[in-house]
């Protein structure tokens, strides 16, 4: 086995690879799902490492580049390995290999999610000196059996499109900070695969909803602190479940601590599809 960047391999080669590892997981992305999930969470393969068997993937790790918390980080955007290439510990081989290059890359910080249904994984990565910051749910429904919200303010209103930078702005909005996948940086890398709208009483922006319509992803909801329990992000929500072309609605990685979020999905027969732990190691 050869531990090799994956800066001159082809995304069709990739997309096989990655294909073959997730084939036997509930969630496979297909092919343009990939690309687009790339893109959004940063993925730079110059700085991403797969484990060659000759020329062909037997294991990799795509990490995503950018900011956390302030702090230049790699994010795990994907991990696998094949079927045939499993219990040869490959995922621990790429990340001690990957580690000087990152370091070298200016990169303090490494910074994952992994599924808590999962512990061998979670031995792994705490044995790799990895800790917990965070718990996250995620959400996840078949359209066909959401219940749309039908409840809407009672004051006159507006749904427009909203820019970056008022959310930036209005940042006070969230109850808790989003996860790598679902923040301002990424959300400004997926470019037009996401919507972004905002709900107005005038020109005062009261709350905003961003979505993918392609993938059924909801990627953040927030209502200003003083305007909740109005209709507000049913309105939004609703609009976001008009405009969703997937058969499935999900929501990724919000905080456990976040209970009104958990009951206004519940509302919408929305449930809890499993938990994550979000972990981190720094060097």
Known sequence: MEIRSLADTDFDTLYEAFALSFADYEIHPGREELRKMLRRRGFAPELSFAAFDGDRIAAFTLNGIGQHDGVPTAYDTGTGTLPAYRGQGLASRIFAGAIPHLKAA????????????????????????FETTREFNYFRQEKRLAIRPQKRPSFPHAIRPVEV?????????????????????????????????????DDEL?????????????????IAPGHRRQGIGSALFGHAFD???SDTIKII?????????????RKMNIPIQGKQFEMVRAW
């Open 106 to 129: 200016g990169i303090r910080q490494y910074l994952l999610e992994v599924l808590q249904h999962n512990p061998p994984a979670i031995a792994v990565y705490r044995k790799m000196g």
């Open 243 to 245: 405009n969703i072309a």
């Open 253 to 265: 990685n919000t905080e456990i601590a976040c209970e009104s979020f958990v009951c206004f999905l």
């Open 206 to 222: 009261m709350g905003y909803c961003i979505f993918e319509p392609a993938t059924g992803d909801i990627t953040q909801l927030a």
């Open 165 to 201: 930078d008022a959310i930036r702005r209005h940042a006070d909005f969230r109850d808790f900070r989003p996860a790598w996948q679902n923040d301002l940086d990424s959300i400004v890398r997926a470019g037009d695969d996401l919507l972004r709208i905002g709900l107005y009483r």
